[in-house]
């Protein structure tokens, strides 16, 4: 074979195979022509490609009927499926590609990432056949008992990936982020604020609920009710541009009556102060919970940052352990705070 055609070859063969591994067993391939516009690529290199997958053992042929995917699963390598949700989230994003690069790393299984619309995940999780996959990593951001029984009914192994649900004999990976605004809270104290606020400059889903819950039950058992500006984002959608738009509004009409906060993401906070001057920024002492470091905090300062290698180490080490047969469990990744923008991290 010619040593061009045979690199078509290879590379087709690779994109199959991902993708065919995600298809229900017993499932017939679309008709060749489909498969030569899907995969812009010519008939004899998708002849050769699908001839290696048949070799493989993961397809097999009925006459006068077509190629289908074969039902012995054990020709087949074991496939995990991440179900995130599809909002341009910069933490989400650093956190899907160290977790695929992560199983990569390994290779014990074929792995696949597909996001979801929030709005319509129950309709998309009752299209998904019990084939898909030998484990789902699920990361919610809008959760109930809906979902959590359709899931269940899948027959598959779920694992919860950062979705605030506490659920009994489930396998979770929680990366705790209650102990966000505790951290949070914590700190301001320690710098002697009394008047305080949090801000919610995110979509209020399971995880940024836990964030708030934490930073405002802390202050509570300190004696002190700190104010709450909700920005009232929907969706990740420009949700930085549209919360600074808030935020200026809002101060337009309510004065700073606070001297520390806690900021679900402090990015538009930071950019509106800065707008209105060194007077008011060295009123404010702001704690991003963001998650990601924002060098541009005005000091003193702290970020409240994942712990993203030790969380992705921990999942795939999990999934890891579901194949073999054994129970992931509670796995607990708490955070790390960062204080006045420094490198020196003080893991709580």
């Not at 998904?128 to 008992?145: F, N, Q, T």
């Not at 009994?168 to 102990?179: F, V």
Request: aromatic share 8%.
């Amino acid at each position: 074979m010619p040593k061009n055609i045979r690199a078509q070859v290879l590379n087709l063969t690779e994109k199959l195979m991902q993708d065919f591994l995600f298809y229900a067993e017993g499932k017939r391939l679309p008709s060749y022509r489909m498969l030569l516009r899907r995969y812009d690529c010519s008939r004899q290199t998708l002849t050769l490609a699908l001839q290696e997958l048949k070799q493989k053992g993961i397809l097999r042929t009925e006459s006068r009927s077509g190629m289908f995917i074969r039902k012995d699963s054990k020709m087949r390598q074991k496939r995990v499926l991440f179900l995130r949700v599809d909002w341009p989230c910069l933490h989400a994003e650093l956190f899907s590609r160290q977790i695929r690069a992560e199983f990569q790393k390994r290779n014990f299984c074929a792995y696949s990432e597909i996001r979801y619309d929030p709005e319509n995940l129950n309709d998309s999780l009752r299209r998904l056949e019990p084939s898909i996959a030998d484990v789902l990593v699920v990361w919610l951001e809008k959760g109930d008992m809906e979902k959590v029984s359709i899931l269940a009914h899948l027959g598959i192994p779920v694992v919860f990936f950062d979705s605030g649900m506490m659920l009994y004999n489930a396998s979770i990976l929680d990366l705790q982020q209650e102990m966000f605004g505790m951290m949070a809270a914590e700190y301001l104290l320690k710098k002697g604020h009394r008047k305080t606020a949090v801000i919610v400059t995110e979509p209020f889903g399971l995880t940024c609920r836990k964030k708030v819950t934490g930073f405002l039950n802390y202050m509570r058992v300190n004696g002190i009710e700190p104010g709450l500006i909700d920005c009232q984002q929907r969706n990740g959608e420009a949700s930085e541009a549209l919360a600074e738009d808030f935020l200026e509004e809002y101060f337009q009409n309510n004065p700073f009556d606070f001297s520390g906060c806690f900021v679900t993401n402090s990015i538009p906070l930071v950019r509106l102060l800065k707008k209105k001057g060194e007077k008011v920024e060295k009123k404010i002492c702001i704690v991003n919970g963001s998650g990601l470091l924002n060098s541009d905090l005005l000091a003193p300062s702290a970020n409240i940052l994942f712990d993203i290698d030790s969380a992705v180490v921990a999942l795939v080490d999990g999934v890891e352990a579901i194949l073999r047969g054994e129970p992931f469990g509670w796995r607990t990744i708490p955070p790390k705070l960062v204080i006045e923008s420094t490198e020196s991290v003080r893991k709580e």
